[in-house]
């Protein structure tokens, strides 16, 4: 089956500790996006990637990082330097053809920083 | 920036009664999406709109470009259509992410 997978589910730091979240897409899309969910706001996107080996960031990229390395894969490195890391993490993908397309979200992460 | 408001925040109705749910945004844009998250947490997309109308099984989404405005209309609405509904607004051809509004939580009761 075709489709996004983000793992763990849930997942527990303390704090002061980096964190790697994956997503991995057996789609064949070229973007791929990480946004962050916060109870009663709206998603947000912290990162985004159009083809390997090249990303950008999105409306609230400080504290995290990201990479590219493979076209499948798109992991996000929550730093110590994130003020406020405990959120719910969405990644998604599309096909990108120089036009808007339809976004396909993985199930999520949940993560807390105790 | 797109600024993206959607009403109301919070619908609870009866089996079978017709729902409409409203998105606005503030810029133009090149094309709106609906999504629905169940409360696990996963979203999925209903639909992608750039203009008209399009209609899926009991859910229609329509836009009004001009007025920057979207609707999404759930006919003979069931318990199972309980959910959080969420209008994003893409502003380019790029492959930059969406804007999203806060969500509209929808509870069908039997």
């Known amino acids: 089956d075709g489709g996004i997978t983000q793992s763990p589910k849930y997942l527990f730091r303390k704090e002061g500790q980096n964190v790697t979240l994956s997503c991995e897409q057996n789609?064949?899309?070229?973007?791929m996006y990480w946004y962050r969910q916060d109870p009663g706001q709206g998603l947000r996107l912290i990162y985004y990637?159009?083809?390997?080996?090249?990303?950008q960031k999105g409306d609230i990229a400080e504290g995290y990082s990201v990479s590219r390395e493979k076209k499948e894969s798109f992991p996000l490195t929550v730093t110590s330097a994130q003020k406020n890391p405990t959120a719910f993490y969405l990644c998604?993908?599309?096909?990108?053809?120089?036009?808007?397309?339809?976004?396909?979200f993985g199930p999520g992460t949940r993560l807390t920083v105790l | 920036k797109n600024e993206v408001e959607q009403s109301p925040q919070n619908l609870t109705a009866q089996e079978g009664e017709f729902i409409t749910i409203n998105c606005s945004y503030s810029?133009?844009?090149?094309?709106l999406h609906w999504l629905q998250q169940h409360p696990g947490g996963g979203i999925v997309s209903l639909f992608m709109l750039s203009s008209g109308k399009k209609k899926h099984g009991r859910l229609i989404a329509t836009i009004n470009i001009q007025e920057k405005h979207s609707s999404l209309h759930i006919t003979a609405s069931h318990p199972r259509d309980s959910a959080v509904y969420i209008c994003?607004?893409?502003?380019?051809?790029?492959?930059?992410?969406?804007?999203f509004g806060k969500g509209t939580h929808l509870i069908i009761q039997p």
């Open positions: 789609l064949n899309h070229d973007a």
């Open positions: 994003a607004v893409r502003a380019g051809g790029g492959a930059d992410g969406l804007t």
């Open positions: 810029v133009g844009i090149s094309a």
């Open positions: 998604a993908s599309s096909i990108y053809r120089g036009r808007a397309d339809t976004q396909y």
């Open positions: 990637s159009q083809i390997v080996n090249d990303f």
